[in-house]
Structure formats: structure tokens, C-alpha cells
């Protein structure tokens, strides 16, 4: 997934090389397409020695366990947009939330880049539904993550991380 026309004067957008970076820039008007990631939140949610994953119901890696959440709105709070993502997929409010790192991925094969803020989440007491874009939501054991189902390599990555955290604290 490519921009192809600038979106200052509609020309098309050419291959340019800034430093060390591979730019889209535009011949007629100068513009150029910086491909800057698109911020996203994610919540890891523990229980009992648990973690929340949630079934992918669109592309990508639709079919696939993720972690719950999704991209933030213009000038949204990266924490606003946590609390919205897990009403919207999970139908559940946010009890508490902690930041713990952040990610860096594309969204799916080839697609736009992605930079998650990812939260430990305690939820807000009440029963978990399933929506939106999520088509099951399952607790799995934390040593037993079926990370070869999950579609994402950095949620891969932060849930493996997460596994050998646990782990040693065992």
C-alpha cells in the first residue's frame, strides 16, 4: 500500500531519496509523503494467570488472535482511545490502565506503518461481549499463547516477552 498522488495538488507522487529514507514526493507541487506511523493503542488483560485475546473478524490477519484495541482518533489521547476501543470490542469500560511499552508494526502484509501504545488493563466489573471487528475473545493460559495464531509480529513479540516475564517472576 503506496501513496500515489499528493494530496496538496493531486500529482502524482515519485520515489525520492532523503538521506537515508525512501520518500514519496511530488513532481509538480514539491509535497512529500513522510509515511509517519499511525498511532494505535493495544491493552494487555491478565487474569488468574490469564491473558485476553481477541479473534480478528476483518483483514488483516483476519482469523488470527490480537491483542484488544485500535487506532486512535485525530488529536485523541492515546488513553481516551483505549477506554473507547474496549467498549467498542469488548463492550466492557476500563478499570485501570499502565503503560507499558510501545510497538512498532505494519498493518499487515506490505500495509501502512503502526506505533501502539501498549497498556496493562484491569477492566471494569461487568460481562465481556464480543463486537465490532472482534469475533471471539478468549482467556488462554500465559505459558500456553498459541503465538503462531497470532497475526501481528509485534503483538507476537509482546506477548512472548510478556510469557518469559511471567516466567521468571514463577
Not at 485476553?52 to 490480537?66: M, N, Q, Y
Not at 478499570?95 to 510501545?102: F, K
Amino acid at each position: 500500500m503506496r501513496a500515489r498522488f499528493c494530496l496538496a495538488c493531486g500529482g502524482r507522487l515519485v520515489d525520492a531519496r532523503e538521506g537515508r529514507h525512501l520518500r514519496r514526493r511530488c513532481r509538480r507541487c514539491g509535497w512529500t509523503f513522510y509515511d509517519n506511523p499511525v498511532p494505535a493503542c493495544a491493552a494487555v488483560i491478565l487474569r488468574r494467570h490469564r491473558v485476553l485475546l481477541v479473534l480478528r473478524a476483518r483483514p488483516p490477519h483476519a482469523g488470527t488472535w490480537d491483542l484488544p484495541g485500535g487506532f486512535l482518533e485525530a488529536g485523541e489521547h492515546p488513553m481516551v482511545g483505549l477506554k473507547r476501543e474496549l467498549r467498542e470490542e469488548l463492550g466492557v469500560g476500563l478499570g485501570r490502565a499502565r503503560l507499558t511499552g510501545v510497538v512498532v508494526d505494519r498493518y499487515g502484509r506490505g500495509g501502512f506503518p503502526v506505533l501502539a501504545f501498549v497498556y496493562r488493563v484491569t477492566l471494569a466489573p461487568g460481562p465481556i461481549r464480543p463486537a465490532d471487528d472482534v469475533a471471539d475473545a478468549r482467556w488462554f493460559p500465559i505459558q500456553a499463547i498459541p503465538l503462531s495464531r497470532v497475526g501481528f509480529p509485534s503483538i507476537r513479540r509482546a506477548l512472548r516477552a510478556l510469557a518469559r516475564a511471567t516466567a521468571t517472576r514463577s
